[in-house]
Structures are given as structure tokens and as C-alpha cells.
């Protein structure tokens, strides 16, 4: 079979990649490199020993998109290619939802024109904003999104129910990811923000090979055991495997025309000090950190309830927040070699 991956050079799409390679998927990645590099597609290939088909396109782009369409035969996409930075979304607002949704709408058009089936959408924890119920469920409502990049992701599952409710020919499942974070085994692909870290975790790993002078924790007077506030921290392995849960999950789905949608997480929250401590103690190091004022638009705490996706997609997370903090630091000191 062959699928499509937009944004497969990106954090978790090319870790999705390779996953999907080694359980003989052909893949066929669009990417811009708006926040991804080229090296990534070489690391995919000595991990896999295949080079997927690669384009350089703007999924604004519908000619270019034209193009790939009219060349495979696609028999269905993982989306991941959008942007994902709160603090931007708050200063650009017009940014994210150009972006996020217009290439969301060009790829449901292709989607609808040529007759492709199954489609796994990137969706996050924030489009609950902060719930009343821990921990939270795929029953619960969307609250009010705190920050415009969060509201793209409401309104982006909004439009592919109703894309799927259209059109019957359709199967779509959207994966509310909780905090990707860590890296895959071989330190060959992870997470590579541009810039300056918004993220907790990259940001810890480069303070500590010492890009950054310290890491701010914000805020230490949460309602929590330590203060600081708490998420649920996911292996990117881990939520990769989901993908290919899901995607087979439309595949064999009987059910002609379905919306889904589940929670990625472990269903443990840890708070940043906990972060910390693990990196620490895995890693056998000390971090530079100071305490700061909250940040704006933060909520407190939220980790998921993962009974659907156990129950469902047959998938439930492996790997403990000290793998994750090990992996992340054997990329983040593998990166000055590529
Ligand atoms: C948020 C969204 C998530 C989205 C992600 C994209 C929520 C609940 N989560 O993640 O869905 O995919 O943005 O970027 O809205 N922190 C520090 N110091 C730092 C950086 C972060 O203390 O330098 C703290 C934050 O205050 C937060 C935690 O670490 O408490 C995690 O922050 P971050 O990694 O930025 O992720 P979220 O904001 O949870």
C-alpha cells in the first residue's frame, strides 16, 4: 500500500515514516521544510534502507499537489504537516489558520477527487483546553481553545467529521497527541526546533550540551505535588506505533463511514521538576534552572485516560519518561555530526 505523508520529515512524521516502512508500507513524504531538514530524509534511509519518495511542495500548493496525485496511486495519508508553535499562533494568528487549515481543505479535496479512502489526522491534547475531569477523557468537550494554533486543531477535526459525514466513501481518525517528547533508538532522527525551543524538552537538552545558558521552569505555585505543572509525556516511538495502529484500524474497518478520534498518551502525568529529575538521573547530569513567572496561556495539569485507544486501536504506550529523557539526549548529542 501507499501512503501518503505530509510533513514525513518533521518531529513525529518521520518517525511515523519509519515505522510504516518497516511494516512494508511505500511511502511517499510531502514536506516544505518549513521546520524539518533534508539530512532527515538520509537518516530515514539508513535506518529503513529505503529512500521514500520525497517533494519539496506547499501543500497551499494545489498544482504541485496536482502532480504527486496524478503520478501515485495513494491508497492513504497520515497529516501531519501544519504549525505548531503556541507563542507564534498568539502573535500571527492569520499564519495558523492560513496554514493549518487551507492545506487541511486542499488535502480532503484531493482526498474527495481521487477517490482516496482512509485518513489519519495529527490532532492534539489542547483542543480540550483545560478540562473539568482528570484524566481526560474522548468523552469530554472541547473547552474554549486558549490560543489561536490550539483553535486550528479544533476547527481541523470540525472539518474532517464533516468531510467524513459528505462523503461515505471516507474513513478518518483523528489522534489527540499529548506531549511528544524523546527520540528514536539509533539518535538519527528527533525533535529539531528552529530557533529558539518553545518546548520543554528540547529546551532542557540544549541547555545541557550548552546552546542555552539555563532553562526557565515556569511557574512553581501550580496545584501540584511540586508546583510546577504537569503533562503527559508520550515516547515519539510510542505515538508512531499509534499511527500505524490507527491507519490499519481504517484499513480493515468495516464500517464504511467513520469519524474517530483518540487520546495518545501514557495516562501518567509527570511535572516539569519530574522532567527534570529524570533527565537528570538517567543522563547523570545537572541542569542549569531557574523558577519564572508562569507562562501565559499554560494550564495546569492534563494527562489522558487512554481506555479508547487500549480498548480500540489495540495500542497502549511502552516506554517510561527515563527512556524518553535517554533518547533525547543521545540525539540531541548525535546532532553536531550531521
Ligand atoms: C502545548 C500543547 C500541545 C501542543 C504543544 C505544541 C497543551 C496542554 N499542550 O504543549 O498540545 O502540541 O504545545 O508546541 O496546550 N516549560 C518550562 N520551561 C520551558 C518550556 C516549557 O517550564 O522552557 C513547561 C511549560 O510551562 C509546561 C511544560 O513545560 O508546563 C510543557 O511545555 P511544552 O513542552 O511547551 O508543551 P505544552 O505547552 O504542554
Redesign the pocket.
Known amino acids: 500500500m501507499k501512503v501518503l505523508v505530509t510533513g514525513g520529515l518533521g518531529y513525529i512524521g518521520s518517525h511515523t515514516v519509519v515505522e510504516l516502512i518497516a511494516n512494508n508500507y511505500e511511502v511517499v513524504i510531502i514536506d516544505n521544510l518549513s521546520n524539518s531538514e533534508i539530512f532527515i530524509l538520509d537518516n530515514i534511509e539508513k535506518i529503513t534502507g529505503v529512500r521514500p519518495i520525497f517533494y519539496n511542495i506547499n501543500l497551499l500548493d494545489s498544482q504541485g499537489l496536482e502532480e504527486v496525485f496524478n503520478s501515485h496511486k495513494i491508497d492513504g495519508i497520515i497529516h501531519f504537516a501544519a504549525f505548531?508553535?503556541?507563542s507564534e499562533s498568539v502573535k500571527n494568528p492569520f499564519k495558523y489558520y492560513n496554514n493549518n487549515l487551507n492545506s487541511l481543505m486542499n488535502v480532503l479535496n484531493f482526498m474527495n477527487n481521487k477517490n482516496i479512502k482512509n485518513i489519519v489526522f495529527s490532532s492534539?491534547?489542547?483542543v480540550y483546553g483545560q478540562p473539568d475531569k482528570l484524566p481526560v477523557s474522548e468523552a469530554e468537550p472541547f473547552k474554549k481553545a486558549?490560543n489561536p494554533y490550539?483553535k486550528t486543531k479544533q476547527i481541523s477535526e470540525g472539518m474532517l467529521e464533516d468531510f467524513i459525514n459528505f462523503n461515505d466513501r471516507v474513513r478518518g481518525i483523528s489522534l489527540r497527541?499529548f506531549?511528544p517528547v524523546g527520540a528514536h533508538d539509533s539518535a538519527l532522527i528527533g525533535e529539531l526546533p528552529k530557533g529558539i525551543p518553545?518546548?520543554?524538552?528540547p529546551?532542557i537538552t540544549q541547555t545541557a550540551v550548552g546552546i542555552r545558558e539555563e532553562?526557565?521552569?515556569?511557574?512553581k505555585d501550580y496545584n501540584t505535588h511540586d508546583g510546577t505543572?504537569i503533562?503527559d509525556y508520550i515516547h515519539v516511538e510510542d505515538l508512531a506505533k499509534a499511527h500505524l495502529k490507527a491507519f490499519n484500524f481504517l484499513n480493515d474497518s468495516e464500517d464504511k463511514n467513520n469519524y474517530e478520534f483518540f487520546n495518545v498518551g501514557t495516562g501518567i502525568g509527570y511535572s516539569?521538576l519530574d522532567v527534570i529529575n529524570s533527565f537528570e538521573n538517567i543522563n547523570n547530569l545537572k541542569l542549569n534552572f531557574f523558577f519564572k513567572d508562569r507562562?501565559d496561556g499554560?494550564?495546569e495539569e492534563?494527562y489522558s485516560d487512554v481506555k479508547k485507544s487500549k480498548k480500540v486501536l489495540k495500542w497502549k504506550s511502552e516506554r517510561s519518561l527515563d527512556d524518553m529523557m535517554s533518547s533525547a539526549w543521545r540525539w540531541q548529542k548525535n546532532l553536531a555530526n550531521f
Open positions: 505548531k508553535s503556541v492534539s491534547c489542547t486558549t490550539a497527541y506531549n518553545d518546548n520543554l524538552v529546551y532553562l526557565s521552569v515556569f511557574g505543572a503533562r516539569v507562562r499554560d494550564i492534563i
